[in-house]
């Protein structure tokens, strides 16, 4: 290829981004490094973190801090592309140049973000996220965050509700709970939320079972 020709021929002409990306392999890390560094700063545009997604494994993190304080950063789900090979801080200071409204780049990126950026980003969602999609986030958000998103859902579905139980602070369950309750809901729906609700709400359940004269629920 004409990339593999400039690193043989040693020319003074830089490669390209792209360029670099196809002959990574075969340079020392030395050279990856040097020629990264003058591809970006040759481009007459800002390098875009999609281009350089192939470089990554093949950059240490100081080359790599210089590298990413100038790119471009298009998507959330861009970002997750490049995760694997980030630290914490460098996934911090990439996302705060992202698009934060992109649910699914959210989700792609929860399990590589620490638990900060997290839960801001989430709460930052609040007013578009469901049930449904809140269960997917669930396993990585704090308690906190979860609870508070989870409160402000006024008509929340059970059965959503049964993926989030595990996740939830007990007195948020039970708040959503009782409320579901008060609004009429079927006692029968709440059965798989049993093992995650207080003695307390159960009580309630039991008292209204009792009052019904319904053994089997009992």
Same mark, same amino acid.
């Given at each position: 290829s004409e990339a593999v020709e400039k690193v043989l021929m040693d020319t003074e002409e830089p490669l390209s981004v792209e360029e670099l990306a196809e002959v990574a392999p075969i340079l020392s890390p030395a050279q990856v490094h040097a020629d990264t560094k003058k591809a970006a700063?040759?481009?007459e545009a800002k390098t875009s973190l999609k281009d350089l997604i192939p470089l990554l494994p093949f950059l240490d993190d100081e080359i790599m801090d210089e590298i990413l304080s100038q790119v471009n950063v298009d998507s959330l789900k861009e970002v997750s592309c490049a995760a694997p090979f980030l630290d914490d801080d460098q996934l911090? #200071? /990439? *996302?705060?140049?992202?698009?934060?409204?992109d649910w699914e780049g959210i989700l792609a990126l929860a399990p590589f973000l620490s638990d900060d950026t997290l839960d801001g980003l989430a709460e930052r969602c609040m007013e578009e996220v469901d049930e449904h999609k809140l269960t997917q986030l669930a396993p990585f958000l704090s308690e906190q965050t979860l609870s508070k998103m989870a409160?402000?859902?006024?008509?929340?579905?059970?059965? #959503? /509700? *049964?993926?989030l139980a595990p996740f939830l602070e007990d007195e948020t369950l039970d708040e959503i709970v009782n409320r579901e309750l008060d609004k009429g809901c079927s006692i029968k729906d709440l059965t798989p939320l049993?093992?995650?609700?207080?003695?307390e709400t159960m009580r309630r359940l039991m008292q209204h079972f009792l009052r019904a004269g319904d053994i089997e629920g009992m």
């Amino acid at each position: 290829s004409e990339a593999v020709e400039k690193v043989l021929m040693d020319t003074e002409e830089p490669l390209s981004v792209e360029e670099l990306a196809e002959v990574a392999p075969i340079l020392s890390p030395a050279q990856v490094h040097a020629d990264t560094k003058k591809a970006a700063q040759s481009s007459e545009a800002k390098t875009s973190l999609k281009d350089l997604i192939p470089l990554l494994p093949f950059l240490d993190d100081e080359i790599m801090d210089e590298i990413l304080s100038q790119v471009n950063v298009d998507s959330l789900k861009e970002v997750s592309c490049a995760a694997p090979f980030l630290d914490d801080d460098q996934l911090d #200071a /990439l *996302v705060s140049k992202a698009d934060t409204s992109d649910w699914e780049g959210i989700l792609a990126l929860a399990p590589f973000l620490s638990d900060d950026t997290l839960d801001g980003l989430a709460e930052r969602c609040m007013e578009e996220v469901d049930e449904h999609k809140l269960t997917q986030l669930a396993p990585f958000l704090s308690e906190q965050t979860l609870s508070k998103m989870a409160q402000k859902m006024e008509n929340i579905d059970l059965h #959503a /509700l *049964v993926g989030l139980a595990p996740f939830l602070e007990d007195e948020t369950l039970d708040e959503i709970v009782n409320r579901e309750l008060d609004k009429g809901c079927s006692i029968k729906d709440l059965t798989p939320l049993y093992p995650f609700l207080s003695s307390e709400t159960m009580r309630r359940l039991m008292q209204h079972f009792l009052r019904a004269g319904d053994i089997e629920g009992m």
